[in-house]
C-alpha cells in the first residue's frame, strides 16, 4: 500500500504528531513524532516521522501495528511579524549572503522542501536580535548544500563579498552549510586580497525549526564579529554544545570535526581568533589578526580546477597517482601518514608525477602537526622526488591554496615559493602550545 | 666539493659533536648537533647534523663559514651488559615482535643506518624494566617503516600473534612504526578470532637515541597490558606529552593524530580501555572489554586487496570513482563530508559502482561523530544508490574492514550485514559522552 493511502484510511495527515508502535522480529518499538511528507525517493511504502531529537526515521508501512494522532497538525503559522527595517542611522550596516545549508533553511512541512528563510522579514522573524547590532542587507546568492559547492561558488562568493565590501559595508556575513564550510572559508582566504574587513562564514548543525538549534546563536556572534575590528575571513560556530560563547577561527586553520556536535568546528594547529560570549562580549585570544582598515578589497579569483587530494593507506596501487597524471592534473595534494609518508612503491609515481610538471604537496592525515620529510628515509626520498612539505598546513587548505597558486603560475620552482608563503595565516611559523585537540 | 672531503679537512669527524655558523643572506645561525654520516640521498655537498631536539638538519657546505668541535665523538659504546635471560618460574611470559619502525631502530652513527636493535640483550640493555614483568621472547619478524606494510606483512603478523599466542605465551607485543599503526591494529582486530589473550602494538614518536624518547616507557607500558587480563588487541602509546601514563586504545577505534607529539595516539568516538601509570598501576577505564579466557586463537587472514579510501572533497571529479570501477576494484569506502556526503555529481558514478557489483561504504572525513544519511536529501540519495553507511567507524578501520569483508563474500546485501555488524568494537552502539577530542 502507498503511505497517502495509507494516512488517508487512518485519518493522518502530514503535519500531525502521532506515536507509532512498530513490530520488527517479534519485538515492539514505539515512536513519536511529526509525520513528515512522503519523500521523493521512499520507496511510497513508508511513514517518516521526524523524531523529537530532530531526526528523521522512516517506517515500513507493514511493520506498523498502530498508528496514533497525539495531536493534530497547527495550522501553518503565519509571518505576522513584520520587522521595522528602517535602517537606524546609529548601527553599522552589514550584508548577510545566503549560499544555503541548514542555517537558510526551513523544513515546509506541507511540502517537504526545504526551503531558504532568507528575506529580511524571515531572517527578523527567526533572529530578531541581530537588527539591534546591525542594519542588516540580506542577499540570496543561491540556496544549495555545501557538499554541492564548485570552485565556480568560490569565486561568486568571493566577488560578491568584495563587491558588498566596497560599497558602504562594515562587514560581511555568510550563510553556509556546514559539511564543506572549511573548504570555502579557505578559498576566500586566500581571493580577498587586501582584506580591511571582517568576512565571517557561518552555518548551523541543526535546523531552525529543531528545539535544539545552534542557528539563532551562531547568526547572532558571526554578526558581531563582521561589525568587530577583525579584518579576517573567519568561521563563526558554536564554541561549546551549551550556548555559552561561540569561537571566530580562522578561516585556514579550521575544520569540521564532527558529524553533529554543535561545537564541531575546530581551529587546527592554532588558537581561534576570538570567543563570542552569549552576553554580547567579544574576547579576543590573540592580537596577531589583521585590524580593520581602510582600502578597497580586489578578488584574486584565479584557480586551476585540475588538482586533486589524496589520502594514502597501506595497500594503495600506484596506479591512482599515474590516473591522475595521464588525465592531466596539474597539482596532487597528498595527505600522508605520520610526518608525511607515503608507501615506498607511490614514489616512482609522484617522481614521475613531478618530472613531468604536476605540482605535488604533501600534508598529514593525523591532521595536528607539521609534516617534516627530514627525519625518516622515506621523507628524504620524497623531497628528493620534489615533493613541496607544506608545514603545518591542513589538506583541505592545502588542496584549495594549490589550486589558487597554479591559477598563478605553471612554474614547479614558483610555485612551491608561493605554497610556503604565509598569504592568510595558513602556516603557523613556530608550532604553538594549547593548540591539539582543543 | 664533497662532503667527506670537507670533514676530513676540518679534522672533524662523523660522531663529533660540533657547532656550525652558516650564512645566508647576510644573516648568522648558528646551530649545535652530532655529525652524521652523509646520507646516500644527500647531493654530497651538505653536512648533516643530529640537532639536541633531535631533528637532523642539513647545511650546504658552501654557507658554513665555521664549524668547530665542542666535544669528539666518543668511542661507540660496546654492549657489555648481559641480561639474566634465564626464565624466572613466577613470571608469565610474552612474547615481542618486531616490525620495524622507530621503537625497533637506533641510528649508527658510523654508517647513518637506522639498524634494529632487537636481540632480547639489546632489549635488555635498553629497557631493563619488562623482564621484571615478564619473561621475554623476542622475534625480529621484519624490519621496515609502518608506511611500508602491506597487507600480506598484517597476515604475516597475524599468524605469528597467533602461533605465540596458542604456544603458551600470555600475551604478545608487536613494536610497529607509528605512521600506520591504526590501520594494522584494525586488520589484526578483524583477523585474529576468538582472541583469548592480549595483543599489544607499540610504538614510539621519538627514537630512542633521543633524550625524549617515549620507546622505553611504551615498551614497558606495553608489557603490562599484555600480561593483563585484557583479551583484545590494542595500542599502547603515551596518554600525555609527560611521561605519567600511557594509554591502551581498542585497536579497531584508534587514530594518529598528530604528527610529532608523544601523545598523539587516540580513542576517536570512544573511550580508552585503560591507563597503566608510570608506577606500574592498570586503572581500567571500562569494563565491557573482552577478559583473558582459555581457547585456541585462529586467524581469518581472507583479505581483497582491490578495495580502495577515497575522500571527496569540493571540485572532485566523479572520474576518479569511475577509474576504480574500470580497474576491478571490488570495494570503496568513501571519507564523505560531514554526517557523510559526496558532491551529488558523484553520486551517478557511485550508483554505477555499485550496480557492478562493487560494494561502496560511507565514512566522514570529520572523524568525530556518527554518519547518518537520514538528515539531509544529499543522504537519501546516496543511500538509495546502494551505499553503506558505517555509523561511527573510523575511516581507516573501515577501509580495512572492508577488505576483510570483501575477502569472505561478494555479494552486496551479505557484505552489508558483515560491515555493520561488529567484530571487534569497531562500532559504537550508542555515542559515549566525553568521547570528542580528548
Ligand atoms: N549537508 C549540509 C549540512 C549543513 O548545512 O550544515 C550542508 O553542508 O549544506
Ligand atoms: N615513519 C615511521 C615512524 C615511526 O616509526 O614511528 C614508521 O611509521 O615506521
Not at 237 to 246: F, N, R
Not at 412 to 438: D, V
Request: glycine share 8%; proline share 4%; charged share 25%.
Amino acid at each position: 500500500m502507498r503511505v497517502e493511502e495509507f494516512l488517508k484510511q487512518k485519518g493522518i495527515e502530514v503535519g500531525d504528531y502521532v506515536r507509532i508502535i512498530k513490530v520488527e522480529d517479534g519485538e515492539k518499538v514505539e515512536y513519536e513524532g511529526i509525520v513528515m511528507p512522503p519523500y521523493e525517493l521512499s520507496e511510497g511504502d513508508t511513514v517518516v516521522i521526524k523524531l523529537d531529537n530532530g531526526y528523521n526515521i522512516g517506517i515500513a508501512i507493514e511493520k506498523i501495528q498502530e498508528i496514533n494522532v497525539i495531536e493534530k497538525a497547527k495550522a501553518k503559522p503565519e509571518v505576522h511579524f513584520k520587522a521595522e527595517l528602517e535602517p537606524r542611522k546609529e548601527l553599522p550596516t552589514i550584508t548577510i549572503l545566503g549560499t544555503g545549508g541548514t542555517i537558510a533553511s526551513r523544513i515546509d512541512y506541507e511540502t517537504g522542501a526545504v526551503y531558504p528563510a532568507f528575506t529580511a522579514e524571515e531572517l527578523a522573524k527567526a533572529v530578531p536580535e541581530i537588527f539591534e547590532i546591525a542594519n542588516i542587507k540580506p542577499k540570496l546568492l543561491f540556496n544549495i548544500f555545501s557538499e554541492d559547492m564548485k570552485p565556480k561558488h568560490w569565486i561568486e562568493i568571493a566577488h560578491e563579498t568584495a563587491k558588498a565590501l566596497n560599497s558602504g559595508n562594515e562587514g560581511v556575513v555568510i550563510a553556509h552549510g556546514t559539511d564543506t564550510m572549511g573548504y570555502t572559508a579557505a578559498a576566500l582566504s586566500f581571493m580577498l586580497r587586501n582584506l580591511t574587513k571582517p568576512v565571517v562564514l557561518v552555518g548551523a548543525q541543526r535546523s531552525s525549526d529543531r528545539p535544539s538549534s545552534d542557528a539563532a546563536m551562531n547568526l547572532i556572534c558571526a554578526t558581531r564579529m563582521a561589525v568587530s575590528d577583525a579584518a579576517e575571513v573567519m568561521v563563526v560556530m558554536h564554541g561549546e554544545t551549551s550556548d555559552t560563547y561561540c569561537l571566530a577561527h580562522r578561516g585556514t586553520k579550521v575544520r569540521k570535526m564532527h558529524t553533529s556536535r554543535r561545537d564541531a568546528f575546530r581551529s587546527i594547529n592554532d588558537i581561534p581568533i576570538a570567543k563570542i560570549w552569549s552576553d554580547g562580549k567579544i574576547e579576543f585570544l590573540r592580537d596577531d589578526y589583521r585590524k580593520r582598515s581602510e582600502g578597497e578589497v580586489w578578488v584574486d579569483d584565479k584557480l586551476e580546477e585540475k588538482v586533486a587530494l589524496v589520502k594514502v593507506y597501506p595497500g594503495m596501487s600506484a596506479e591512482l597517482i599515474d590516473f591522475l597524471v595521464d588525465k592531466g592534473y596539474k597539482g596532487i595534494v597528498i595527505e600522508g601518514t605520520g610526518l608525511g609518508h607515503t608507501p615506498s612503491d607511490l614514489i616512482p609515481s609522484i617522481k614521475r608525477a613531478v618530472d613531468e610538471g604536476v605540482a605535488v604537496c604533501m600534508t598529514s592525515q593525523c591532521l595536528y602537526g607539521r609534516v617534516n620529510l627530514n627525519v625518516y628515509a622515506t621523507g628524504r626520498k620524497l623531497l628528493k622526488a620534489g615533493v613541496i612539505p607544506c608545514e603545518d598546513m591542513l589538506p583541505e587548505t592545502a588542496y584549495v591554496k594549490l589550486m589558487w597558486v597554479l591559477g598563478h603560475t605553471n612554474d614547479l620552482r614558483e610555485a612551491k615559493k608561493m605554497m610556503l608563503t604565509n598569504y592568510a595565516g595558513e602556516i603557523t611559523p613556530y608550532t604553538k602550545p594549547n593548540t591539539f585537540l582543543i
